[in-house]
């Protein structure tokens, strides 16, 4: 899994556009370690740069969640060179490979956001997958898939399998692995992990309460719609901002070193 990516660095002046990339994901990688869903150094959260559809941030392989800021974040491509970043950062290649075949089709899903956590792979473990019990967990109503286990991700013929089982959904359960949402921006894309993480948080408490209140689709549908497809009824102009607008907040109370 720590095989080291292939260096190919060239010498470029970071635009303000990737500055903000830098800084929003480096603040996702704290927030995934502040709500605790962590793996030691695994999982990964990748954005590609603005600009440079070929090129994506990633965690150099080694760091914890706390340590990750907007500096020390490696750029590569989807071919898995090192563009940008220290010639002493390795790169997971199990993380490049799923990440990649997402960056390569160049649509809009510009951000990757991979985890461990407990609850995610309770669920990824169990055949029934995300029960519709929550108002969290019908925000996948109509937008979750399913992809299958093949072992650690370090070949890249997966990619093209991967990218079938995701389709055009916007998060995809890894069965006996764990959980990954796409999205267009850094703001989106955690929101959505977040409520897929706190989907499977409370099936797992549910399930050990009691006997699951499972919602009809009637019911799943017009939440989904309403969460998903029309966040502006609530506010919201921009999916995620004003929630990570807040979370960054926090994060600048307890250690604004991620923007370092």
């Not at 260096?7 to 990737?18: L, W």
């Not at 220290?86 to 993380?95: F, I, K, P, R, T």
């Not at 309403?226 to 960054?248: I, Q, R, T, W």
Request: aromatic share 10%.
């Amino acid at each position: 899994m720590a095989r080291t990516i292939e260096e190919n660095r060239t010498s470029t002046r970071m635009s303000d556009g990737e500055r903000a990339v830098r800084v929003q994901l480096a603040a996702a990688y704290r927030l995934v370690d502040y709500f605790g869903w962590t793996e030691l150094i695994y999982g990964h959260l990748t954005a590609r740069v603005p600009g440079e559809d070929r090129h994506f941030l990633i965690n150099a392989f080694g760091l914890n969640y706390d340590e990750i800021t907007a500096s020390n974040l490696v750029k590569i491509d989807v071919d898995g060179n090192r563009i940008e970043g220290s010639s002493e950062d390795v790169v997971n290649y199990a993380g490049f490979v799923l990440h990649s075949a997402i960056h390569m089709q160049h649509d809009d899903n510009r951000v990757v956001m991979h985890t461990h956590s407990r609850a995610g792979m309770a669920i990824a473990a169990i055949k029934e997958g995300l029960a519709q019990i929550s108002m969290t967990s019908t925000a996948f109503y109509e937008s979750l898939a399913y992809h299958e286990y093949e072992g650690v991700s370090l070949y890249l013929d997966e990619r093209e399998r991967f990218i079938k089982s995701l389709g055009d959904k916007k998060a995809v359960i890894l069965k006996n692995h764990g959980l990954l949402v796409v999205g267009s921006t850094i703001a989106e894309t955690f929101i959505r992990l977040y409520r897929i993480e706190r989907a499977c948080q409370v099936q797992v408490d549910a399930a050990a309460a009691g006997t699951l209140n499972i919602l009809s689709d009637t019911v799943a549908a017009r939440s989904y719609h309403d969460l998903e497809v029309f966040p502006e009824k609530y506010g919201h102009s921009h999916y995620g901002e004003m929630e990570f607008a807040a979370l960054m907040r926090k994060l600048d109370k307890i250690d604004p070193g991620y923007r370092d």
